[in-house]
C-alpha cells in the first residue's frame, strides 16, 4: 500500500466523522456521570436502593463497551482510510475482472465482512460477558450460532439483489435514477412490512397464539370495549433470548399483529398487561406507525436526492483517497460521510417518537380498565430491566425513542388527576 497524498477534503471529511464520534462519548460520560448520585423522590420509592445500585453498575458498563468499541472502530478506520485501504481494496476485486455488478456487490460486501468481524468481539462480550453478569443472558451459544447464519443468509438473500438493483439503476438509469430507486426502496420496505412479521420473525421465535385463559380473556374484553379488532394476538418466546420484557405490535389493518413477550406475561398482573396492551393499541389508533413509515419514506427520498448529487462529486472519491469514481465505492462513502449528519434527522425522529409514546400512554390511561395499571407495568419493567431512572437530557435527546419513566408517569398522574 502506497501512501496517499492528504487532501482537504480527506480532512474534512475525518474531522466530521470524529466529531461524531466525540458526540456520542461526550452523551455516554455524562449519562454515566449523571446517574452516580441517589436517587432523589419520588424515584427512590419505586426501586429500592440495591436495585438501583446494580442499575448504575449496569449502565455504567454498557456505556464503557459502547465507547470502547466505537474508539477500536475509529482506530480502525482511519489508519485504513488514510493508508489507501479503500483503493488498495478496490484494485484487489477488479483484478479478478468480475463484471461491475458483481464487483461493486463484492467491494461493499466485503466493507461490510470486515466491519462485522471488528464488531462481533463486542457483540459477544455484550451477550455472554455483560448482560449474563447481571442475569439478563438466557441465549445459548447454539442459539447465538444459528442466529448469525440466519442474519447472514437474509442479508445475501434481501441485500445482495437489492444493492445489485440499486447499482444497476445507477448505472443505467441516468439523471432520475434516485427518483427510481426512492421509488424502488419505498416498495421494499411497504413489502417487508407485510414478510417480516409472517416469514422473518418467526425464524427467529416461536409465535404462538396467546393461550386461552384470565389474560386472554381480559385483553379480549378490553379490545372489544373499545371496538378494537384484534384478532392475531400472540406469545412470543422472547426469554429465549433474554429475561427483558416487552410487547409489540406489527402490519396495518387487517395484517395487524400484537406479539406480547412470555417474559411479560410472567411479570406482569392481568391489569398490567391489558394496560401494556392498550398502550399499544394506542399506538396503532394514533396512527402512529403509518406516520412514522411515511415520514420515512420522506428522509429516504432526500437521501436519494443527496446520494445523487454526490455520487458525481469527484471530491466524495477523492476524500478517501479513491482514483476514478466507481460507483459502489461512491455509495460506500456516502454512508460514511452522511452518517454524522443524518444524526440530526434522527434526533427529529427520536423526539417525535418520544412524543409518540405520551400520545399512546395517554389513551391507555383514558381507556384501559384501571388507568393506573400501566404506571405500576411501566415501574416493575424498569425494576426487572434495571432501566437507567435518571438520564441526562443530552444522552436522552440522541438516543430515548421512550421518554424517561419520570416523566411517562408524570404525565400518567396528571392525566389521572383531571380524569
Ligand atoms: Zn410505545
Known sequence: MSMPTWNTTALLFAALLVSGYLLEGLALLLDSRHLRHPLPAPLNTWVEAETWQKTQIYTQARH????????VDLLILLPFWFGGGFLALDRWITGWHWDTLATGVAYIGLLMVFSYAIHLPFTLYGTFGLEARFGFNRMTWKT????????????????????AGLLALFYQAGSLAWLY?????????????????????????RFSPLAEGEP??????YAQSIDFPLAQLFEMDGSRRSS??????????????IALFDTLIQQHTIPELVAVLAHEIGHARRRHMAKMLLLGILHTGILFMLLAVLLEWPGLYRGFFMEGMPLYAGLVFFGMVIGPIDLFVGLFFKRLSRHFEFEADRFAVETAPEPAALISALKTLARENLANLMPHPFYVLLHYSHPPLLERVAAMEERIRHG
Open 181 to 205: 430507486g426512492w421509488i424502488g426502496m419505498t416498495l421494499f420496505s411497504l413489502i417487508l412490512q407485510w414478510v417480516v412479521p409472517r416469514w422473518i420473525l418467526p425464524l427467529f421465535n
Open 244 to 257: 427483558k420484557a416487552n410487547a409489540f405490535v406489527t402490519g396495518f389493518g387487517k395484517n395487524r399483529r
Open 216 to 221: 386472554r380473556r381480559a385483553i379480549l374484553a
Open 64 to 71: 464503557r463497551l459502547a465507547i470502547v468499541a466505537s474508539t
Open 144 to 163: 447465538f450460532v444459528a442466529d448469525q447464519i440466519k442474519m447472514a443468509i437474509l442479508a445475501i438473500l434481501l441485500g445482495g439483489p437489492l444493492l
